[in-house]
């Protein structure tokens, strides 16, 4: 049924929203659309994305799910209120909790090797 359904907000689908607010936020997603889907800045904006479609509680049996990532995260952008500067806001802050997991990890296996 669901032939190709992520689950949690793909990379892929940050060119999708760029159009959706401001000018910053344009450049942002512009820019983060060139980076590779592992580079910390790629994946503090995925992190941002999954906390604000909840894609943790998406489930394949879900509207949401059913409409699929794109559109999921497309009608987010577009029903949040946040300035461009909130957004960045928000990104700034998952940039800073993914490093902050990304140096305990690092750190973690350091130790255990």
């Known amino acids: ?60 049996g879900s509207y949401k799910a059913a409409l699929g990532c794109s559109a999921c995260s497309q009608r987010t952008i577009n029903a949040l209120r946040d300035t461009d500067l909130q957004l960045l806001r928000r990104f700034e802050k998952s940039r800073r909790d993914v490093r902050v997991y990304l140096e305990q990890v690092d750190f973690t296996e350091e130790k255990a090797a």
């Open 1 to 60: 049924m669901y032939s190709r359904c992520e689950i949690l907000f793909p990379h892929s689908r940050v060119s999708g929203l760029k159009k959706l607010k401001g000018e910053d936020w344009r450049k942002l997603a512009e820019r983060i659309a060139l980076l590779p889907e592992t580079d910390k800045d790629a994946l503090s904006f995925s992190h941002m994305m999954i906390k604000l479609c909840d894609c943790l509680n998406c489930d394949l």
